[in-house]
C-alpha cells in the first residue's frame, strides 16, 4: 500500500474535532497535534495541472464585505501605511491598513485622502461660503491637503451660488477679497438624481471639469469630478479596488473603546476598522467589537491579533467581519520570546480556519518573507495577507529612507517596539500600556531596524503576484478556493530548508524576487 508523506501516526494524542474540505490537510495536520509549523518548516506537493499560471484567479476577500483582486493587505504600522501606500495598495487590487499612531483627526485625514483620490459621485464635497476670503480658503486647502482645484460655492443656506477653479484665482493680487468676488456665477449644474454616465456626457458638452448636483430647492447634493468619471467609465483600471461609489477602499486601526477615532474613520468614508492590539482574545475587544457592530453597521469590523481556535470562534460569535491572526511571527516583533507565547503562523492560522469553518475571512499577518509564504498562508486557510517589513521596503512607505555602506535602506520598526511606544499613545494602547509616561518603564514588544529598499510597490507586489501564481499552477489550482480545497503539504527538515535557498555559491547579483537576508 503506498504510503503518504504524512503516514506515520501521531501517537495517542486526540484527534482535532472540526474538518475542513481538505482531508489532506486535516490528516497531515493531524500528526503535528501539539507541535507548531511556520512557513519554514513545510512544502507544498505539485498537483497535475491543465492550465497556465497566467490563467489562475487571485480574487479574494478581505472581510465578509469587501473584496479584493489580489490577496495582499498592507500592515498598520508608522513605518507601513498611511494614504500613499493605502492609495497604492488599493490600485494595485488589494488594500491598506491605515496605522493609529497619529491623532483622529490626522488619521481620518489620512483615510479622506484616499478615499478622495478617486471618485465618482462625491456626496460630501468640500464647499467654501461665499463670504469667505481667497486666502482663507487657500490656507485651509494646504492645511487640509486637498488634491482637488474646483471648489463649489454655497450661500449661508448651503445653496450653490457660484464655483471657483484654480483659473479664477490665478492671476489674482489681493487674495484678501472674498471668494465671491472672484467665482464663476454661471455654473453648470444637474439634478441629484443624474446618473454618472450622464454627467459624463453633461460635462463633455458643456466642456466643464465639474458637475455639481443640486436639488430642487438649489441646495448642493453632490459633486461629478470629469477626470474621475472618464476614468471609471473608460475602466482603464480593471484592478483597482473601489467601493460601489467608485472609490478606492482603505482600512483604518483602533483600539479598544476609542470611540473618538473610530466616529472620525467613519465620518472620512472609512471602508473598514481593524481593532487591533496584541491580544484579540480580550474583553476589551469583543466588547468594542459588538459596539461598533452596532453603531457602524454600513463598515466591516475586523478584529485581532489572535492565534487560536478558541480565539477566532470568540471573536466570530462577538461579530466580526474578519480576523487577523498572528502572535509573533513578525520580523520586527518580540513577543514570544518576552511573553513566552505565541502560535507559529501557520498552525495558527490552520487552527483560526478550522474553529470557524470558513464562516468569515482570516488575515494571516506576519511571517510572510517570500512569495513562497503567502501561497502557504493560503492553503491552509488564509483569505489573505497582511505584509509589514516586505513592504517597508518600498518608495511608498512612509518609513525614512536612508544610505548605509553605500545601500539604500528603510527604517523599519515594530509597533511594540521601545521608540514607537515612547513617541505614539497608539502603540503604547495596542499593548496595554497607555497609562505609562516614564519610558524606563515601558516594556518592548518589538524593535527597531531597516530593511534593504526594494524599489516601488508595484514593483514588489508584481513579484509576489507572479510567485502566487506559479505556487497555484504547481498546486493544480485555478483559484484560491481550489488550493485550499487540494493543496498537499510535507514537512521539511533543516537540510531540506537550506536545499531550497541558494546554496553552495556566491550570489553575484540580486533577484527581484528573492531576499538572501530573509
Known amino acids: 500500500m503506498k504510503q503518504e508523506p504524512f503516514a506515520a501516526e501521531c501517537g495517542p494524542y486526540p484527534k482535532r474535532r472540526h474538518k475542513m474540505g481538505n482531508t489532506h490537510l486535516d490528516r497531515f495536520m493531524e500528526k503535528f497535534e501539539f507541535e507548531g509549523l511556520t512557513f519554514d518548516d513545510i512544502s507544498m506537493l505539485t498537483q497535475y495541472a491543465d492550465f497556465l499560471p497566467g490563467e489562475t484567479d487571485i480574487s479574494t476577500s478581505f472581510s465578509k464585505n469587501i473584496k479584493m483582486n489580489i490577496p495582499f493587505v498592507s500592515a498598520a504600522m508608522d513605518t507601513v501605511t498611511e494614504s500613499s501606500m493605502a492609495i497604492a495598495m488599493a490600485k494595485l487590487g488589494g488594500i491598506g491598513v491605515i496605522h493609529k499612531n497619529l491623532n483622529p483627526v490626522q488619521q481620518a485625514d489620512e483615510v479622506r485622502k484616499v478615499k478622495q483620490y478617486l471618485n465618482g459621485l462625491i456626496r460630501n464635497p468640500v464647499v467654501f461660503n461665499e463670504n469667505t476670503t481667497v486666502e482663507e480658503m487657500l490656507n485651509e486647502k494646504n492645511a487640509k491637503q486637498y488634491s482637488f482645484s474646483g471648489f463649489p460655492i454655497v450661500d449661508s443656506d448651503g445653496k450653490l451660488v457660484g464655483i471657483i477653479t484654480s483659473r479664477d484665482i490665478k492671476f489674482l493680487t489681493d487674495r484678501r477679497c472674498k471668494v465671491s468676488d472672484i467665482m464663476t456665477r454661471k455654473v453648470v449644474s444637474a439634478p441629484t438624481s443624474t446618473q454618472m454616465e450622464e454627467a459624463y456626457n453633461i460635462m463633455r458638452e458643456q466642456k466643464v471639469g465639474k458637475l455639481p448636483l443640486v436639488d430642487e430647492s438649489g441646495h448642493l447634493t453632490g459633486l461629478y469630478s470629469f477626470q474621475d468619471v472618464s476614468t471609471l467609465l473608460t475602466n482603464m483600471?480593471?484592478?483597482?479596488?473601489?467601493?460601489?461609489?467608485?472609490?478606492?477602499?482603505?482600512?483604518?486601526?483602533?483600539?479598544?473603546?476609542?470611540?473618538?477615532?473610530?466616529?472620525?474613520?467613519?465620518?472620512?468614508?472609512?471602508?473598514?476598522?481593524?481593532?487591533?492590539?496584541?491580544?484579540?482574545?480580550?474583553?476589551?475587544?469583543?466588547?468594542?467589537?459588538?459596539?461598533?457592530?452596532?453603531?457602524?453597521?454600513?463598515?466591516?469590523?475586523?478584529?485581532?491579533?489572535?492565534?487560536?481556535?478558541?480565539?477566532?470562534?470568540?471573536?466570530?460569535?462577538?461579530?466580526?467581519?474578519?480576523?487577523?491572526?498572528?502572535?509573533?511571527?513578525?520580523?520586527?516583533?518580540?513577543?514570544?520570546?518576552?511573553?513566552?507565547?505565541?502560535t507559529p503562523q501557520v498552525t495558527a492560522v490552520y487552527e483560526a480556519v478550522k474553529a470557524i469553518k470558513g464562516a468569515i475571512p482570516v488575515i494571516a499577518d506576519g511571517g510572510i518573507k517570500q512569495s513562497g509564504d503567502v501561497a502557504k498562508a493560503l492553503a491552509v486557510?488564509?483569505?489573505?495577507?497582511?505584509?509589514?517589513?516586505?513592504?517597508?521596503?518600498?518608495?511608498?512607505?512612509?518609513?525614512?529612507k536612508i544610505i548605509q555602506h553605500g545601500r539604500r535602506f528603510v527604517v523599519y520598526r515594530g509597533m511594540g517596539s521601545l521608540e514607537a511606544m515612547k513617541k505614539n499613545k497608539g502603540s503604547r494602547e495596542r499593548y496595554g500600556q497607555a497609562d505609562v509616561?516614564?519610558?524606563?518603564?515601558?516594556?518592548?514588544?518589538?524593535?527597531?531596524?531597516?530593511?534593504?529598499?526594494?524599489?516601488?510597490?508595484?514593483?514588489?507586489?508584481?513579484?509576489?503576484?507572479?510567485?502566487?501564481?506559479?505556487?497555484?499552477?504547481?498546486?493544480?489550482?485555478?483559484?484560491?478556493?481550489?488550493?485550499?480545497?487540494?493543496?498537499?503539504?510535507?514537512?521539511?527538515?533543516?537540510?531540506?530548508?537550506?536545499?531550497?535557498?541558494?546554496?553552495?555559491?556566491?550570489?553575484?547579483?540580486?533577484?527581484?524576487?528573492?531576499?538572501?537576508?530573509?
Not at 247 to 274: C, I, K, T
Not at 437 to 463: A, C, F, I, N, T
Open 381 to 400: 486557510g488564509a483569505t489573505s495577507v497582511m505584509m509589514g517589513s516586505v513592504l517597508a521596503a518600498t518608495l511608498e512607505s512612509p518609513g525614512e
Open 437 to 518: 509616561d516614564d519610558s524606563k518603564k515601558l516594556v518592548p514588544q518589538g524593535v527597531e531596524g531597516m530593511v534593504p529598499y526594494r524599489g516601488s510597490l508595484w514593483e514588489v507586489v508584481y513579484q509576489f503576484v507572479g510567485g502566487l501564481r506559479y505556487s497555484l499552477g504547481y498546486c493544480g489550482a485555478r483559484d484560491l478556493e481550489q488550493l485550499r480545497a487540494k493543496a498537499k503539504f510535507i514537512r521539511v527538515s533543516s537540510s531540506a530548508l537550506r536545499e531550497a535557498h541558494p546554496h553552495d555559491i556566491l550570489m553575484l547579483k540580486d533577484a527581484p524576487n528573492y531576499t538572501p537576508e530573509a
Open 237 to 342: 483600471a480593471p484592478d483597482y479596488n473601489r467601493d460601489p461609489e467608485h472609490r478606492l477602499r482603505v482600512a483604518a486601526a483602533v483600539s479598544p473603546y476609542d470611540v473618538e477615532r473610530a466616529n472620525a474613520l467613519v465620518e472620512a468614508g472609512v471602508d473598514a476598522l481593524v481593532i487591533d492590539t496584541a491580544h484579540g482574545h480580550s474583553k476589551g475587544v469583543i466588547e468594542t467589537l459588538k459596539l461598533f457592530k452596532r453603531d457602524y453597521p454600513e463598515v466591516d469590523i475586523v478584529a485581532g491579533n489572535i492565534a487560536t481556535g478558541e480565539a477566532a470562534k470568540a471573536l466570530l460569535d462577538a461579530g466580526a467581519d474578519a480576523i487577523k491572526v498572528g502572535i509573533g511571527p513578525g520580523s520586527i516583533c518580540t513577543t514570544r520570546v518576552v511573553a513566552g507565547v505565541g
